[in-house]
Each structure stands twice: as C-alpha cells, then as structure tokens.
C-alpha cells in the first residue's frame, strides 16, 4: 500500500521535474552565450542536472543509456580522470576535470534522455539562437562606435568587449544550429529573422579573420548545397555561395590595401602552395613548431599524459632536458620556447591536447566516440522518415560536428563555451534512442 502510494506521489511529482529540468536547461544554455554571467549559469546548471538525477533515478530505463556511443565517451571519461587524479597538479587537474569534461558529458546525458522529441529539441536550441542573436545586435551595436575597423584593427581588439569576448568560439557551433532550424521550422517570419542572423554571422566571421573558423562555416554551407531538402533548398544554398565567391573574390582583388583583405590573400596564397607552408619554420602562424613540442613531450609520457588543464604545458616545454633536446635539433622551436617563456601558448590542435592531457589511451577514446557517433548520425540520416528528420541530422547535427572538427585542427575548444555547446546538440541528435 505504501509502495504504491509512493509511486503514485512520484509519478505526480515527474511533470514538476520535468518542466524544472526544461526551464533551467533553457536558462543555462541562454546564459552560456553571453559572458560574465556565470553565477546564473552555474545555478541553472546544477539545478537542472540534480532535476535529471531524480528522474533518472525513479525512472523504468536504465540510469545512463548503455550503447556504443556513450560507452567510448565514459571511458574517455575514466582515462581523463585516472589522468588527472595522478598528473602533476592533481588538485588543480582535478577541478579542470570537472568543468572542462564532466559539464559537457552531463549535458550530452541530459539532452540525450531527456529530449526525445524535436519539438523539445527545437525549443531547446530556440534558446541558444536568441541568446546568440542578442549577442550579435550587442556586437553590431558597439561596432557603430569605432566603424568597419573595429572587425579588423587587432591593435584595438582589447576595446571591443563582445567582439572579443568569444563570438567566433560560439558562432562557429551557432551557425549550422541556426541553418538546422531554418530547415525545420515553418514560420516565414521566423525564417526571415534566422536567414537575417545567418547572413550578418558569416559577415561578422569573414571579417574577424580567422581562417579555420571560416572554413567550418562555409562546411556547413557546402553541407545544405549538397544534401539539403527538397531539392530547391540545395539550389537557394548554391545561389547564395556564388553571390559569396563573387563578392569575396572581387574584395580580394580590388580592395588590396584592406588589412583584413591582405591577411586572407596571404593566407590563400600559402594555402596553395602547402607544401611549402609545411616546410617553413612558423608554419600556420608558429602552429607547427608548437606541435612539434607537443609531440616531444607527450613522448616522454605517453600513456596518461600529464592531467587535465593545459596551463601546465608552459612548464612542461621549459623543462632542460626538452630545451636541450630542441636546441640540438629543433633550433626554431627552442627560439620560439624561449621567446614564450613567460607566456601562455598553448600547441592550438584539440587532438594534440588531449594527447598531452591524458595521453594516447584518452586521444583513442576520444576518436573512438567521435567515429561511432558519426556512424550512428549517418545510419540515422539513411533510415529518416521524413525530410525534417533527414535535414536536423545532416545540417543541424552533421554540421555542427564537422564545423568543430575542423576548427579543433587549429584551435582547441572541447572546455569552452562552444565544448558545452556542441556535446548538448550531440546529445539532442543521439536521443534516448540505442545504437
């Protein structure tokens, strides 16, 4: 009788919790666009993750859903961890561990248990794209004070509080989410409003001047042109990266003197020619010579790596028996070590830093999700029923993966902003559903 009273009070008390877990979900995601906002963030986020524990726990399915997918990411998980608890700095590893890692992975869990509907996920992600369009008007809006310069002038960059304060880091996960509702949504206004952000996005992008950003922006571009549907869908898309090359190719060639003009034609021009960008002492801006460094020292301990958090890569690279090694055989990286000695500079590759972190055993884990993740959204996309399902998991999913993926080749982002992003729209994309 008891049991059955209990069952009663909670199946009465789960709608309550459920549309708790919603709310705060939707807060936090809205505040993680914008910065400097982090109590509400952190108090949104605990909430809606003690909400999930609850359901979870009176729930019939199991606590976690066990398939492919989330078994790889867990024992990424438990190598990350194992790697921090006896790295260098276990204490300071250990708190890095928790926001940089476990953060995401509960928001992947969250969103793959909790919001098995589209129309749950498209109001989910409803509250990234606001949030995401008032951080762009507060862009646009402080740009007015100092003109067109204020996207390309880096010499000024530290006046321009949003401009810097990450818009590319979240744009680039923004972007293919903004064009996935676009797709999925029917309302005229609201797809005006969306094209609206998209186009001033892609704008904003092309003028901050980061390469690889850009290119996993026009990813998801080159993604709606290909599969996009219907069919006419593919033909707006391919119209619209015309007028972009028309554009593009005429500033290239007319507006010379544009700083932000001059740095995509230098950075075009190595790009054609990569054989010999590879074989430059500072290829991809000092990028390579880094990566070699990166490469030595995760060769020292390869296994673990030396725990979560990069901060400790500026004394790992000072070490005398690298150093020595360096100045015998890699004289530009030893300048360039020694030229950073007091300045944080990380090696800027996702994969290369996972290594370093927690070693080859964490780097194979990490690829082993990311490939199994890729091959259940294909399966997906080739069992859809209908072109709304097909366009969420090409374009809003798909895209966002590889925009990711692509800037993780020059930048790492797996602890940001955009890290907590991508895991929840990948948690959206999985569902409760198993491999």
């Not at 430059?280 to 880094?290: A, V």
Request: hydrophobic share 50%; proline share 3%.
């Amino acid at each position: 009788m008891n049991e059955t009273m209990q069952k009663e009070n909670l199946n009465t008390f789960e709608p309550i919790l459920e549309k708790i877990l919603h709310i705060s979900l939707f807060i936090y995601l809205f505040a993680l666009i914008s910065p400097h906002v982090t109590t509400l963030r952190e108090t949104a986020f605990w909430t809606a993750f003690l909400c999930w524990v609850m359901l979870r726990a009176k729930g019939e399915e199991s606590f976690i859903p066990i398939n492919p997918a989330t078994v790889s990411l867990l024992i990424f998980m438990l190598i990350a961890l194992i790697a921090s608890a006896f790295g260098m700095t276990p204490v300071e590893d250990l708190n890095r561990f928790k926001g940089e890692l476990l953060v995401p992975v509960i928001l992947f869990l969250i969103t793959a248990t909790e919001f098995k509907s589209l129309e749950k996920i498209k109001g989910l992600l409803t509250s990234l794209v606001i949030a995401f369009a008032v951080y762009t008007l507060l862009t646009l809006l402080e740009s007015s004070q100092y003109g067109l310069r204020y996207f390309w002038d880096k010499t000024h960059r530290e006046q321009y509080y949003w401009l810097d304060t990450g818009y590319w880091q979240r744009g680039v996960i923004i972007f293919p989410v903004i064009l996935g509702l676009l797709l999925i949504l029917k309302n005229k206004w609201l797809n005006l409003s969306l094209s609206a952000l998209a186009v001033t996005e892609i704008a904003i992008i092309s003028v901050y001047r980061s390469f690889a950003v850009l290119l996993g922006t026009c990813s998801v571009l080159l993604l709606w042109a290909l599969f996009a549907r219907p069919k006419k869908y593919r033909l707006y898309m391919a119209g619209f990266i015309c007028l972009f090359l028309v554009i593009s190719g005429s500033l290239l060639y007319s507006v010379k003197d544009n700083p932000a003009v001059s740095e995509y034609r230098d950075k075009l021009g190595k790009l054609s020619n990569i054989q010999a960008e590879l074989g430059s002492e500072g290829s991809f801006s000092n990028r390579l010579p880094f990566w070699k460094a990166a490469v030595d020292v995760i060769k020292d301990k390869p296994l673990l790596g030396y725990g979560w958090g990069m901060k400790k890569f500026q004394k790992l690279v000072q070490q005398e028996k690298f150093l020595n090694h360096w100045q015998a055989n890699e004289p530009y990286v030893y300048k360039l070590i020694t030229e950073y000695k007091d300045v944080y500079f990380p090696p800027h590759n996702m994969f290369i830093e996972i290594a370093v972190q927690s070693g080859f055993l964490g780097l194979a884990a990490f690829a082993c999700f990311i490939l199994i993740y890729a091959v259940y959204l294909v399966k997906k996309i080739l069992q859809s029923s209908s072109d709304m399902e097909y366009n969420f998991s090409v374009i809003l999913i798909g895209g966002a993966l590889l925009s990711f993926m692509i800037i993780s080749l020059m930048n790492n982002e797996l602890g940001n902003i955009s890290g907590k992003i991508l895991f929840a729209v990948l948690g959206a994309g999985m569902g409760s559903r198993r491999l």
